[in-house]
């Protein structure tokens, strides 16, 4: 027997089911009722399909330029894979689904219409290579793949050019010396690759086409500033920006164009310099605009120049001439510095934040967020048992309250503790956050305080599960045991039971049975173990508790889970697991990004799924909401939450 295969062998006599999850068998027991299994047969996909219906957050943390006002009155920019174009005023969102990783960059066409976005390396080697796509905004069509297969690691910045109304792309792909590439995109669905060449050993950070000049292209990074010529022969010739000694920056970091043609770049000093037109030196340079780093520079349609801090959060008004004009505001410091500004309709701005928000408004009334994110792994993710809210926590210390139905933060607590679980209790009355120091938070979801703290062990609370009856509380932990507390005062104080001792590795996932009685635990080295809730004591004869009936299937090895898993599999490979509360449907959260939604119970090793992308890491958590119309999933390091409609 192949040892890494997840080969089943199904025992009619005594009905159980016998797994190998990398070499170790796992048994199995199907309830007694289990007519017989034809382990070879396929169990055939679900009715019902996913439609992602929207994405949490934005990725302002390490990327920049990626934020755009299109003439549909929708913003758009991106987070885990997708683009995400939302108009605000209205509360909408429509996505761009065609990248398979990361996307790392974005640019608007002249014509406000066509949108070209890069994405970075990604897990599968064939789908997920580094490359750009050109597409259009209203339709979603896309127009062209661009360098799939030529680039290594990723595409780090893509503009249109503008001087000619758009007919070239120019891209940067990271590789050990940074690679310039103009392409004409509309020769083929293909594109066509006009020039390529090696553009610095150092970081390049951004890249613009001069609106005025054709042929023109502006690049900026670690130590240089670099202005680009294409010349007839499609061969690209560069000077380098010339820096008096004493003011080259360490970081030229963000570019513009004021409407006379001269280039304006922010740098790591907190300077702005004003090159001119066709040269490469210093027309001006204007000292210590911010303290800290120019994240971005914006020219707008009347002439202003605006100019945003990352450290200090100002966002500060020039005239044309780049004199102060008096005008300026500050971003709240909680929403992170300012990584990117986009113009808006009027006076109105838009802002992409380092802790991955968006905010609009305008320098003389200020700023409200428009979109709230996570900026570290999440993890924790859990849906209100009778609301439509769910509850996210991260290692970013954040703890967010979503509602659902308005794609809305309802609030949002530092609770100063890197989180890896969340749970509502039975009857939603409270929130239970498990952290990676070993303590545990109790919320009171509406006031916000904390309730209750407790510290169980000096490793992550892995799991937190309510007992149906709401009298009981579990947590399974890194430490190898799983913790049972009595709950009184309606969840605002807690007594320990005692501790289950029996799985030799961590804590992955637990359930409890519907009478509140007994938990099914698996663990880190693929074990399904149960146990007596009050006594804390281990059910050795697994076969007594066959016909059990679980208050949820959140344990991913178990006989009604059978065939989530795939051929070959890790058993590390499955992240999450969910069943809809109608029992009706399944879905898994995986380490390739997948959302996987099978008809339950999942008996027939061989089970057709219906997979979705989106996520570009590893998905930490699935959950359906309370009415089994929406699917919700976690993203992991791409620090997305994504909401599914069960169609």
């Known amino acids: 027997m192949d040892d890494s295969t997840h080969t089943c062998q199904y025992n009619e006599e005594d009905g159980t089911m016998r797994m190998y999850l990398r070499g170790r068998p796992v048994v199995l027991h199907g309830p007694s009722d289990q007519d017989g299994l034809d382990p070879a047969k396929v169990a055939p996909p679900p009715q019902n399909k996913l439609k992602l219906e929207w994405v949490y957050g934005y990725r302002g943390k390490d990327c920049r330029s990626n934020l755009y006002l299109l003439p549909t009155g929708e913003i758009v920019y991106f987070v885990a894979s997708v683009v995400v174009l939302f108009n605000v005023e209205e509360q909408c969102q429509r996505h761009y689904t065609g990248h398979t990783d990361d996307v790392k960059c974005l640019a608007v066409h002249p014509n406000k219409l066509i949108v070209a976005s890069g994405q970075c390396a990604g897990h599968d080697r064939v789908d997920a290579r580094p490359h750009v796509r050109v597409w259009n905004s209203v339709s979603l069509a896309t127009l062209a793949v661009l360098g799939a297969g030529q680039a290594e690691r990723g595409i780090w910045a893509v503009a249109f050019s503008r001087a000619d109304g758009g007919s070239l792309l120019a891209a940067i792909h990271d590789a050990p010396d940074h690679v310039i590439s103009v392409w004409d995109w509309q020769r083929s669905d293909k594109g066509h690759c006009l020039a390529e060449t090696k553009c610095s050993v150092d970081t390049v950070v951004a890249v613009e086409f001069h609106p005025l000049d054709r042929n023109q292209i502006v690049t900026c990074g670690k130590n240089h500033i670099a202005f680009w010529t294409l010349d007839q022969t499609n061969v690209l010739y560069k000077r380098m920006g010339i820096f008096e000694a004493r003011d080259k920056p360490k970081y030229v ?87 990117v500004l986009a113009e808006g309709r009027g006076s109105q701005l838009y802002v992409g934040t380092t802790k991955n928000c968006i905010l609009h408004g305008d320098l003389e009334l200020g700023f409200s967020p428009a979109v709230l994110g996570h900026v570290e792994e999440v993890w924790g993710l859990a849906a209100h048992p009778s609301l439509a809210w769910f509850a996210s926590a991260g290692w970013d210390r954040l703890l967010q309250l979503w509602d659902a139905l308005s794609h809305s933060t309802v609030w949002s607590k530092d609770i100063e503790e890197r989180a890896q679980c969340v749970s509502w209790s039975a009857d939603g009355g409270v929130l239970a956050v498990g952290c990676l120091s070993g303590r545990w938070l109790v919320l009171d979801p509406h ?120 051929e070959n599999a890790d058993g590390t490979d499955i992240n999450s697991c969910a069943r809809s509360r109608d029992g009706r449907l399944a879905a898994t959260g995986d380490d390739f990004g997948k959302v996987k939604l099978y008809a339950y119970p999942v008996t027939q090793p061989k089970s057709l799924c219906h997979a979705y992308g989106g996520h570009s890491s590893h998905v930490t958590c699935v959950r359906f909401t309370q009415d089994g119309a929406r699917l919700l999933s976690a993203g992991g390091l791409d620090t997305s939450l994504m909401q599914w409609l069960v169609d």
């Not at 169980?456 to 507390?485: C, H, W």
């Open 253 to 339: 970091t963000c570019l513009a164009f004021n409407h006379n043609g001269d280039v304006l770049s922010g740098d790591s000093s907190g300077n702005l310099t004003v090159w001119g037109r066709g040269t490469n030196t210093v027309q001006r340079l204007v000292r210590a605009v911010h303290d800290g780093p120019v994240f971005s520079v914006a020219c707008l349609k009347h002439g202003a120049v605006l100019s945003a801090g990352g450290k200090d959060g100002r966002i500060v008004m020039f005239d044309a001439d780049v004199n102060p004009t008096g005008l300026e505001n500050v971003i709240e410091g909680h929403y992170g510095g300012v990584r």
């Open 447 to 566: 006031s916000r305080d904390v309730l209750a703290q407790h510290q169980d062990g000096s490793e992550p609370i892995q799991t937190i599960q309510y007992s149906p009856d709401n009298k009981m509380v579990a947590l399974g932990s890194r430490d190898n045991f799983i913790y049972i507390y009595r709950v009184e005062d309606n969840g605002a104080r807690y007594s320990r039971l005692g501790k289950c001792l029996g799985h030799s590795s961590y804590i992955t996932h637990l359930d409890w049975s519907e009478d509140s009685q007994y938990i099914r635990s698996n663990s880190g080295d693929y074990e399904l173990l149960f146990w007596n809730a009050t006594t804390c004591r281990q059910v050795t004869s697994p076969s007594s508790l066959r016909d059990a009936a679980w208050a949820s299937n959140t344990c991913p090895i178990t006989f009604t889970t059978v065939g989530v898993w795939p």
